[in-house]
């Protein structure tokens, strides 16, 4: 059974600060991986998704990369803002089978003015 | 486009009283997926359609949990008799036609289920 886990459960920097998220899963046999943000009291919204055949995805200040083989994906958020405040949620597609979805606990992010 | 739709937004309940939470996806998505969040157990899969045939129910926590899809458009999740341990926030999402389970999956705004 695939596990994904995010640590650290909460995270506070002041704004301008680089910061990297971490996102780890048990089976490695993925078919992609997903980072999500979620603001408070709404939906989840897409980021990012690489496939298990790329090493990284890079959308604005947003780097996402991935070591299947390790079982590690990190997102990077470069000059952070409050805008960027929120929780950050990664996702797993299993590969075989019918390709289940596992997601991870989430990171919630505050950034400080 | 409008994006996932669901209703209601908010749900207060008494304990032993059936509960349907509505779900309509975007147009044209053929995969829709029932998710319930908890602080505890946090993001769960509840359910999972493609072609408004059920391809994994094994999220379903119990038999007082069903979920219907009767076409394209349109999804409930029933839960009957409702307990306190349902309270949560259950969110939808939807993803487009070939993308299944791996493609980005687009969010409802979520029901607030509280059960007293």
């Known amino acids: 059974k695939q596990e994904v886990t995010q640590i650290p459960a909460a995270l506070s920097v002041p704004e301008g600060e680089n910061l990297v998220l971490n996102c780890s899963f048990t089976?490695?046999?993925?078919?992609?991986l997903q980072w999500f943000r979620q603001d408070p009291g709404k939906g989840l919204t897409s980021l990012l998704l690489?496939?298990?055949?790329?090493r990284e995805q890079t959308s604005g200040r947003l780097n996402a990369s991935l070591d299947k083989s390790s079982g590690r994906s990190t997102l990077y958020i470069a000059a952070s803002q409050p805008g960027d405040s929120a929780t950050y949620l990664c996702?797993?597609?299993?590969?075989?089978?019918?390709?289940?979805?596992?997601f991870g606990t989430g990171t919630k992010l505050q950034v400080i003015p | 486009d409008a994006g996932v739709i669901q209703s209601p937004r908010h749900e207060v309940t008494e304990m032993g009283q059936e509960v349907t939470l509505r779900c309509k996806p975007i147009?044209?998505?053929?995969?829709l997926f029932w998710y319930r969040q908890t602080m505890m157990r946090g993001l769960e899969l509840l359910i999972y359609?493609?072609?408004?045939?059920?391809?994994?129910d094994s999220g379903m926590p119990e038999d007082r949990f069903s979920a219907k899809m009767p076409n394209a458009s349109f999804s409930t999740l029933k839960i009957q008799p409702s307990e306190p341990r349902d309270s949560a926030v259950y969110f939808c999402?939807?993803?487009?036609?070939?993308?299944?389970?791996?493609?980005?999956?687009?969010f409802g705004p979520g029901t607030r289920l509280t059960v007293l």
């Open positions: 999402a939807s993803t487009r036609p070939g993308g299944g389970s791996t493609d980005t999956q687009y």
């Open positions: 089976d490695s046999a993925i078919y992609n």
């Open positions: 690489i496939q298990s055949s790329q």
């Open positions: 996702a797993v597609v299993n590969s075989g089978g019918y390709q289940k979805v596992t």
């Open positions: 147009s044209g998505h053929n995969s």
């Open positions: 359609f493609n072609n408004n045939v059920p391809i994994d």
